[in-house]
């Protein structure tokens, strides 16, 4: 069965530089996820899209921003890249918002240097 | 708000028992549960929509609790691919908050 696609799946970067994570969710599903996970520590929701329009948004930095295409693919951009933004990054998708069960991408690990 | 989930870390041999639990002071609305191996994305387990609710998954199963707003996972006759962390997560029409999560190893 068709999973979460997620690219790349490493990435390192200098302290403010900017990096774009993609991720292509299951096919038909109509909610897009966007988690942040620090070493340790449980994920953080950061942003969904459902249909392509933002649904909610969490602790997402200003610098971050986000959005989902016709194709439902979902982009997060992230600008002024930190120390502290590296981090496991996933996306995940489901079918139906927030209450139904989410499928969740292999992550991009991302380091800032 | 942050569900809390106990224990935080629990030690089992192989074929032992452990339980799970995760309470919020919040009332419950949906429990989800999933397992996460270092460094690989959180596996969906299972998800607990009304009170009196009970799921399984090969040994691995759930109730839920909505009076005392709590929802336990139960891991029986465990094997060593078990080993991972357990996060529960709770929502209701809002996005998924999950606990900070219990870690289980299983060892031989």
Same mark, same amino acid.
């Given at each position: 069965?068709?999973?979460?696609?997620?690219?790349?799946?490493?990435?390192?970067?200098?302290?403010?530089?900017?990096?774009?994570?993609?991720?292509?969710?299951?096919?038909?599903?109509?909610?897009?996820?966007?988690?942040?996970?620090?070493?340790?520590?449980?994920?953080?929701?950061?942003?969904?899209?459902?249909?392509? %329009?933002?649904?909610?948004?969490?602790?997402?930095?200003?610098?971050?921003?986000?959005?989902?295409?016709?194709?439902?693919?979902?982009?997060?951009? %992230?600008?002024?890249?930190?120390?502290?933004?590296?981090?496991?990054?996933?996306?995940?998708?489901?079918?139906?918002?927030?209450?139904?069960?989410?499928?969740?991408?292999?992550?991009?690990?991302?380091?800032?240097? | 708000?942050?569900?809390?989930?106990?224990?935080?870390?629990?030690?089992?041999?192989?074929?032992?028992?452990?339980?799970?639990?995760?309470?919020?002071?919040?009332?419950?609305?949906?429990?989800?549960?999933?397992?996460?191996?270092?460094?690989?994305?959180?596996?969906?387990?299972?998800?607990?929509?009304?009170?009196?609710?009970?799921?399984?998954?090969?040994?691995?199963?759930?109730?839920?609790?909505?009076?005392?707003?709590?929802?336990?996972?139960?891991?029986?006759?465990?094997?060593?691919?078990?080993?991972?962390?357990?996060?529960?997560?709770?929502?209701?029409?809002?996005?998924?908050?999950?606990?900070?999560?219990?870690?289980?190893?299983?060892?031989?």
């Amino acid at each position: 069965a068709a999973g979460v696609i997620q690219s790349p799946r490493h990435l390192i970067k200098e302290k403010r530089e900017t990096a774009t994570l993609k991720c292509y969710p299951i096919p038909r599903h109509d909610t897009v996820y966007w988690y942040q996970q620090g070493p340790g520590q449980d994920p953080q929701f950061l942003i969904s899209f459902y249909e392509k %329009m933002q649904s909610d948004k969490g602790s997402i930095p200003d610098r971050f921003s986000a959005q989902q295409f016709s194709d439902y693919h979902s982009e997060l951009n %992230m600008s002024s890249l930190e120390l502290g933004d590296s981090a496991l990054y996933f996306c995940a998708s489901s079918l139906g918002k927030n209450s139904y069960e989410q499928y969740f991408g292999p992550g991009t690990r991302l380091t800032v240097t | 708000q942050q569900p809390v989930q106990s224990p935080q870390a629990v030690i089992l041999r192989e074929g032992e028992d452990a339980v799970i639990n995760c309470s919020s002071s919040k009332a419950l609305y949906s429990v989800h549960w999933y397992r996460q191996k270092h460094g690989e994305a959180p596996v969906f387990l299972m998800i607990l929509l009304k009170g009196g609710e009970q799921k399984g998954h090969e040994k691995i199963s759930a109730s839920f609790n909505e009076k005392k707003q709590q929802s336990s996972l139960y891991l029986t006759a465990s094997q060593l691919s078990y080993s991972g962390t357990y996060f529960c997560g709770t929502a209701r029409n809002t996005p998924l908050v999950f606990g900070k999560g219990t870690r289980l190893s299983v060892i031989a």
